[in-house]
């Protein structure tokens, strides 16, 4: 289902400079709304809220723009009920379904509306996740497909009479500044979540990747973002490319992700970036290592780094501090495999089995553009590596500013690629 606000994305070729940074005062202001949690993020980082000093990672003033745009579009906000006083009044089409609150506290709704109740409709997948409370989801939908709305409307009365549980959760709600209605987007744990929603997770990015920058001397600059109300994709390129071998240089971005209407972790994961040189002509590959070696427990993790939306804001810095280490082993163990990767003696051929793989894919994101990557494969020819390179950058293009089926391409990619170089010797 689509975002409620119209989706921010920028994609940047190269600006570290400090025409294009922020101060803290700057970041401060910005990243303050919808967060709760902003004086314990500064205590964590011993950031003074009055300093002048830069943030300095490229691009964070375009950044701050669009998220404040975005902020000044909408009002976000989390009323406290309880579980059973979550009362479906319509059930709508394309997972939708009007709700009435009733038994709200919050003192801005109350003198607002005058009254202890309000009438929100629902977006992404809470009608689902209130109806789960007592097990309705799919039953909803069938008497809503069969006009069995008394019969709906009897189970729901019957429930909220004889239901003993005084369980609350948490409503997230959002209202569009030219409309009236609120909208809700997500019930949650009133207890046990706590609103790591985009402003924090990018406020808590850009402190760690400062600190990286002080620490590793390194340069960083953001190189692609993509915001709407509820989800952020942030791409952080850092240092100049390491070149691996003649005609290989390899560059790391690490990637922020967060859904804050998702009871689930903010993840960081990292991408890198192959760039074959041919002559004057040149070509990238972006691959993504489904996991990575963890040198303090010899496991290997899926996500570099993550943090969940039930930690307090210092196992969060914690964690973010351990950062610099995390991105050293993982550019040390993507050289490692950088080697495998481009040892290829029939490009062609390569080419060829990963249409064979592309044919095969189920993943659900993947899946509705298979017809097109495969076209695009048959219509290129292969007969170097860099023209490979060429065919295999020319797919991802595809996808557009669908994340999901990029993340996909390139774990897929870092996978038939690694595997073809290892297990065949690059033949």
Known sequence: MS????KASRHFQN????????TIKNVIAVLSRDNDFMEEVLDSFSVDAEQNSIIQVGNVKSLLEDIAELDDKAEKLDVRVKKKDIYLE?????EKALFMLYGITEPRLLKKHKSDSLLVETRYSAKADVLDFNNLSKFANRCRDEHWDELLEHIQDFIRRNTTNEE?????????KDEDQYLLRAVTSDTAYKNYGINFSVLVALLAMNQYVIESKDN???????????????SFQLGSPRKISENLELSFNLILENDEIKNSAVRFNGVFKLTYKSGDKSSYLLLKPRSFKDSDTLSYRSDMLTYTHSMNVGTVHEK?????????KYVEQTVENADAIIDIKNPSEVKDFIAEKVRRARDEHFIKHKGEVLAKLATLQVDSIFDLFEALRNVEELFGDDIMSKDYWRSKLHELLLYRGKDNGGK
């Open 3 to 6: 975002s409620i606000l119209k």
């Open 15 to 22: 600006d570290g400079t400090v025409q294009s940074m922020a």
């Open 90 to 94: 319509t059930m709508l089409e394309e």
């Open 168 to 176: 609350f959760c948490s409503a997230r709600l959002i209202k569009l």
């Open 220 to 234: 960083v600059y953001i190189d692609e973002y993509h915001i709407d109300d509820s989800t952020v994709y942030l």
């Open 320 to 328: 973010m501090s351990k950062l610099p280490l995390y991105i050293s």
